[in-house]
């Protein structure tokens, strides 16, 4: 409201403005506080609602690093999953198995610091994925509404991204990721054509993991 | 008196959006930016850069470990960026055209830019260098050492260095967070703030 207040007091008080004659002058004056005002509420408006920097949650401190036991290993077959994604249809390990080589990076929580600058970087690796004839999943126990605000509110992400919300942290708990606070750890999985998990990263919920290593753990597969 | 007017609305329509949206960033808790005037720290740039590299730096000759001080050029402009920083994304293709306007301008010599990675492994910092192509060095700064040095910044963020003849270490003369409003506006920046 500051600025729609400013701008009215400098009319009020003789701001120099140009001279105004004949309506098409005055239409064209109008038209520009217009867009004056219209910018001012905007303005105002952003500087009312939170950014998404402000809304993402802090945490009072650093969690225990990993604080659940896999139940999978290398060379077991990837536990089955068919999930609701943020686009409102199903990502089911079907689609992928005997087509594409498959990467799930699992994160903790939607609206979290270190969540939130992982998955953005990904962004610019979609050739890399594809050079490896691989697809990319992101996966958190969130529910789907709360996935589609926190994705769109990163600026959209080219890969699906589903929630394993319910039952709760299902396929999280198959893969023996659920931590007992009812979070994922943060996760990457690595599934061949055949549906053969071929490499498991759980690193520290606190610490985004370095994508360089997911993409020397993809090349490594050959 | 029509012209006036309605190019008042012109520059009112052109220019006010720019002021609303411009300054998006990536926010860092615990951010101290070093001021306008301040002495900017020796960074160290690891042996890792490329020959072209170290030639565009004006350290062709230099083997091994190189830093910040090893430049000879008046001016740098080092971003501090992050590759999982969306805005860092954005912004690219703009310091790409910064980078093109100072070599048009006859600036190349005098002006060198210079890109910091902050948190960014040195194979996270070759997949923005192979998306975006940069053809100004970009160095990792893995474990935030760098980042630490120049006041934990958000990204991206803008330190424009001068340094006055004999002088060793460089001057900060710009220090800005967030986007620039344009590649031209900010080459108008650079120069005047570093003549």
């Not at chain 1, 039952?167 to 996760?187: Q, Y």
């Not at chain 2, 004006?58 to 080092?78: C, F, Q, R």
């Not at chain 2, 994304?89 to 301008?105: I, S």
């Not at chain 2, 630490?148 to 990204?155: L, Y």
Request: proline share 9%.
């Amino acid at each position: 409201m500051d600025h729609i207040d400013r701008f009215a007091g400098q009319n009020q008080t003789g701001c120099p403005l140009p001279a105004i004659r004949g309506l098409g002058a005055l239409a064209a004056m109008a038209a520009a506080l217009a867009v004056v005002l219209l910018g001012a509420i905007v303005a105002a408006w952003a500087e009312e609602s939170p950014g998404f920097a402000e809304s993402i949650f802090q945490s009072a401190g650093p969690q225990k690093p990993v604080d659940s036991v896999l139940a999978v290993a290398p060379g077991d077959p990837m536990p089955d999953f068919d999930l609701p994604a943020i686009d409102g249809g199903r990502v089911r390990l079907a689609d992928y198995v005997g087509k594409k080589k498959l990467v799930i990076s699992f994160v903790p929580a939607a609206w979290t610091p270190v969540c939130s600058g992982q998955w953005p970087g990904y962004n610019i690796a979609k050739e890399i994925f594809e050079a490896e004839n691989a697809a990319l999943l992101g996966i958190s126990v969130d529910n789907v509404p709360s996935l589609h605000a926190w994705v769109t509110q990163m600026g959209g992400l080219w890969f699906p991204v589903a929630s394993d919300f319910w039952p709760h942290g299902g396929l999280a708990g198959k893969l023996g990721i659920l931590r007992p606070e009812g979070v994922s750890e943060r996760a990457i999985f690595i599934v061949d054509e055949k549906g053969i998990i071929r490499s498991i990263a759980v690193s520290d919920i606190n610490v985004r993991p370095d994508l360089g290593e997911l993409v020397r753990a993809l090349r490594d597969l050959h | 008196m029509r012209k006036p007017v309605w190019c008042l609305v012109l520059a009112v329509c052109l220019l006010y959006p720019l002021a609303v949206l411009a300054g998006e960033a990536s926010e860092s808790p615990g951010a101290a930016p070093l001021p306008v005037g301040a002495t900017f720290p020796d960074l160290p740039l690891g042996s890792a850069l490329s020959p072209e590299q170290r030639a565009y730096l004006g350290i062709a000759k230099k083997e091994g470990p190189v830093s910040l001080a090893d430049i000879s050029a008046p001016v740098v402009v080092v971003e501090i960026f992050s590759m999982y920083c969306p805005h860092c994304q954005k912004e690219a293709p703009l310091v790409n055209d910064l980078f093109d306007l100072l070599e048009k301008g006859g600036h190349a010599d005098k002006v060198k830019l210079l890109g910091i990675g902050a948190g960014n492994s040195a194979m996270e910092v070759d997949i923005f260098r192979a998306k975006f192509e940069p053809r100004f060095p970009l160095v990792p700064d893995q474990d935030f050492t760098v980042h630490d040095a120049c006041g934990r910044v958000g990204t991206p963020y803008f330190y424009v260095l001068a340094r006055k003849p004999g002088e060793a270490a460089y001057t900060v003369a710009i220090s800005r967070l967030g986007r620039m409003d344009s590649p031209e506006s900010l080459v108008n920046d650079i120069l005047a703030a570093a003549p």
